[in-house]
């Protein structure tokens, strides 16, 4: 089994062609900086590391990218898009679309976007299967065109965050290529075994599906990511050279192994490179990262989260204002380790998962309880760091972590309206269609989970209420990963469809109103009314003033008597009547007042 390779490292690898010529200039000496985290990390190769990291600074020229305001980050909204999720004249290049769709981001008042990998890749999973982490697909355009929507995002206020995908890479990879042709030392690249696993059964709990295996003559049970999608043997495959290699995600993307210190030497130069072209970092895949075969989740990890620091420290050197964001959906507990010990020492913000499931609960049962209790989890994170809150991202509604009972209750509500992913414990679909098409339903998502403290995410296709594609006008190869029925390519005709334009509108009128009264929502609410079934009401406090939220999740009209004297209205959405002595709110209606 590949652990620690034996020995120092080899000398200088890197991928076939070569790492590219950066402009001429130099970073302080990074080996130093990053001193402490190599020694634990890699105590054998930590001299050599720094000397390597230091001739790479030296031999590239690079320099830091210095555009990126301070603190900017301090109220990110975020928007979410594949590179070619946006079309609006197919003779352009995807990434000459995504600068013709600036305007519409900049109008929603968000000032950060996530573009989804763009590197070459065989697109097994959509492209986070990388096989060369320095050049673009082509049929994306050419690095000038990314560099442009780049500056041109920029000059909109708006900063651009890539993956930052660190846990594998596709076969593809001339890595792996080589391993396979009998390079022992691109071998251990690679979590690899000279022995095939032990694999028992499969078993499935908590809504979640397992991998039982012997090892070291006791069983150990790993998560199955993906138990539709995977082999005989859900985490190992045989290369062509005899030896059995570890993927976490799909057979054909190959786990690296970062207890060699020349992989972290060449991940290292990758996140460099795209740190000094100024763009910020998603940890794609971060539980994984750093850790042998047969992964375990669900408990701190010394090396991920060593590495977590040094990533920052990488990144913060090529680009001082660089931002890292953790995806992770571990327990609540861990998840918040990958935030560090404080602001400085780890993500800046990271995934909230478990936000979103039990947003999901209180929207489909109309009751605001699961979302205030978990709330009041939340808070315990370091001062700076952030949760980054979201209805829908690009993958699954992912039930993972919750009761049983729970779990029931939302598969019965949401697969009405989508499809089953991972054997019946996830939900694919986009956040209008698994409302029921209801679009004051889905207004009032937005509007509730604009009122919630952290950033807020928008997903494309949200900003005009998309709906889901039909799975089966969907070619048949891609009808088994059920989570394409909320991708593909938006175009002209769907910004111009019926209501599409009013509800970019509406998102942007809140998200703006959300900027405007940001520094609210450094703080976290105190629940106001006493618990209600249906109603959100909150408060929120600040040297300002004070900012009240109240929201129906209930499809009837509900009244909130309040004293409103010195309170005037921020925004609102669906049906809302204000007295002086209290508030009318119609089905899935809400308002924010502020004194």
């Not at 290049?93 to 590197?119: S, T």
Request: charged letters at 20%.
């Amino acid at each position: 089994m590949s652990r620690r390779p034996r020995g120092r490292m080899k000398g200088p690898f890197m991928l076939d062609h070569g790492t590219p010529t950066l402009p001429n200039a130099t970073l302080a000496s990074l080996g130093e900086t990053l001193r402490p985290h190599l020694r634990a990390l890699y105590p054998e190769a930590a001299g050599e590391l720094e000397v390597a990291l230091d001739a790479h600074v030296r031999l590239t020229g690079l320099r830091p990218w210095t555009g990126t305001p301070p603190d900017w980050h301090r109220h990110m909204r975020l928007y979410a898009v594949y590179p070619e999720g946006v079309t609006y004249d197919p003779a352009l290049p995807p990434f000459r679309n995504l600068i013709a769709h600036l305007p519409v981001v900049h109008k929603l008042h968000c000032n950060a976007m996530h573009v989804l990998p763009f590197w070459a890749s065989p697109r097994r999973d959509m492209g986070y299967d990388i096989s060369d982490y320095y050049r673009i697909r082509p049929e994306l355009g050419t690095l000038e065109d990314l560099l442009a929507f780049r500056d041109a995002a920029h000059a909109q206020g708006i900063q651009i965050m890539v993956d930052a995908v660190l846990n594998h890479v596709s076969e593809a990879c001339t890595w792996f290529r080589h391993a396979q042709a009998g390079c022992p030392r691109c071998r251990d690249f690679f979590i690899h075994s000279a022995h095939p696993p032990r694999f028992l059964r499969k078993v499935e709990r908590d809504a979640t599906w397992y991998a039982e295996y012997e090892v070291d003559g006791r069983a150990v049970e790993v998560e199955i990511a993906f138990p539709e999608l995977t082999g005989l043997v859900p985490h190992w495959r045989l290369g062509l050279d005899g030896h059995w290699y570890y993927h976490t995600y799909y057979p054909e993307e190959l786990d690296l192994n970062w207890a060699n210190p020349e992989v972290f030497l060449e991940m290292a130069k990758v996140l460099l490179h795209w740190a000094s072209l100024g763009f910020h970092f998603r940890l794609d895949a971060i539980p994984f990262v750093g850790k042998p075969a047969y992964k375990r989740i669900n408990r701190p990890d010394p090396a991920t989260h060593r590495l977590v620091q040094a990533f920052r420290t990488l990144a913060e050197a090529a680009h001082p204002n660089a931002i890292l964001v953790a995806e992770s959906f571990e327990d609540l507990a861990t998840v918040k380790t990958y935030f560090g010990e404080d602001a400085a020492a780890g993500a800046h913000f990271a995934y909230n998962f478990h936000l979103c499931a039990n947003l999901w609960i209180s929207l489909t049962k109309h009751d605001p309880y699961y979302l205030w209790n978990l709330l009041e989890q939340d808070r315990d994170i370091p001062p700076g760091a952030q949760w980054l809150n979201f209805l829908r991202n690009h993958d699954e509604l992912s039930l993972a972590h919750l009761h049983p009972g729970q779990v029931h209750d939302l598969l019965r509500n949401l697969l009405r309206f989508g499809k089953p992913f991972r054997q019946g414990h996830s939900v694919s679909g986009r956040t209008l269609s698994l409302l029921g098409a209801n679009k004051a339903r889905f207004s009032m998502a937005y509007f509730l989970l604009a009122s919630l403290p952290g950033a807020p995410m928008v997903i494309y296709g949200d900003e005009i209420a998309f709906p889901n594609r039909r799975l089966l006008a969907l070619p048949r190869e891609r009808r088994k990963d059920t989570r394409n029925i909320n991708r593909g390519v938006l175009r002209p005709r769907d910004y111009h469809a019926d209501h599409a334009g009013d509800m970019v509108d509406f998102l942007a009128s809140v998200l703006g109103a959300r900027e405007a009264a940001s520094s609210f929502f450094d703080h976290y609410p105190e629940r106001i009314g006493g618990p209600d079934r249906e109603l959100f009401l909150a408060r929120y406090g600040g040297s300002g003033g004070t900012l009240l939220v109240l929201v129906n999740l209930s499809p009837r009209a509900r009244y909130v008597p309040l004293d409103l004297r010195g309170f005037r209205p921020v925004t609102s959405v669906n049906r809302v009547s204000l007295t002086p002595a209290g508030v009318s709110l119609g089905a899935y209606a809400g308002v924010w007042l502020e004194t």
